[in-house]
Each structure stands twice: as C-alpha cells, then as structure tokens.
C-alpha cells in the first residue's frame, strides 16, 4: 500500500491548514497511522496518531492543543488539522502506517510512509 499525503503549503502563523493522507489500497491491516515532520537537518519527529477505532489518539507536546488528526474509515484517510501555526512548525510532513502501537515513536518501525507534503509557515 502506498500513501499520497497532500495539504501543505504556506500559512502565515496562526493560520490553519489541513492535511490528507489517502492510500492506494486498504489500510485496515494496520492498527494506527502516524504524521512526523521533517525540519531541515533535524530527524524525523513524531506529531500524532490515531487508531482506525479512533479511541485512541496521541499527540506530541509541541503540537498538543493545536492539531487534531482523525480519520476517515470509509475512505480510509487520515487528517491533520492544524490551527495556530507556529513558524517552528516548518517541516515536511509525513504519514506513515504501523500494526504495533509499541512502536508508534519510532519512525525505522513503520510499514510504510508517505512521500510527504511540505508546510511552511511564516512569521
């Protein structure tokens, strides 16, 4: 299964922008997708994830309380809202798909990845 993320461009901060990831194929093997982002020189860091019963949702402390993800089963996409963008929420965005939620904070773990969408947000 591939993943096709889609939604990034320019924001200014404090604005909002929401990305999709939408699959190839069906992505019910698996128990949870992931966003990460990607700044210039930095590792892959984890932003949030959801399970597909959407029970169960985690977010990275930097983004708490700003972004959303959520998903659609029918259409098996999965979403990031994010409001009150931040100039260091600058990045590529990723989505990823993983069975095991042990591994859900490391990124060598995951199944398989989008090819990411880049946000960049200015000040």
């Known amino acids: 299964v591939q993943l096709q993320a889609s939604g990034g461009g320019l924001a200014q901060a404090g604005g909002s922008l929401t990305l999709s990831c939408e699959p190839s194929?069906?992505?019910?093997?698996?128990?949870?997708m992931s966003w990460y982002r990607q700044a210039p020189d930095k590792g892959r860091e984890f932003v949030a994830a959801?399970?597909?019963?959407?029970?169960?949702?985690i977010y990275a402390d930097s983004v708490k309380g700003r972004f959303t993800i959520s998903g659609d089963n029918a259409k098996s996409t999965v979403y990031l809202q994010m409001n009150s963008l931040k100039p260091e929420d600058t990045a590529v965005y990723y989505c990823?798909?993983?069975?095991?939620?042990?591994?859900?904070?490391?990124?060598?773990?995951?199944?398989?990845w989008g090819q990411g969408t880049l946000v960049t947000v200015s000040s």
């Open positions: 194929g069906s992505l019910y093997m698996y128990s949870l």
């Open positions: 990823g798909a993983l069975h095991r939620w042990r591994f859900v904070k490391f990124p060598s773990k995951y199944d398989t």
């Open positions: 959801t399970g597909w019963s959407a029970d169960t949702t």
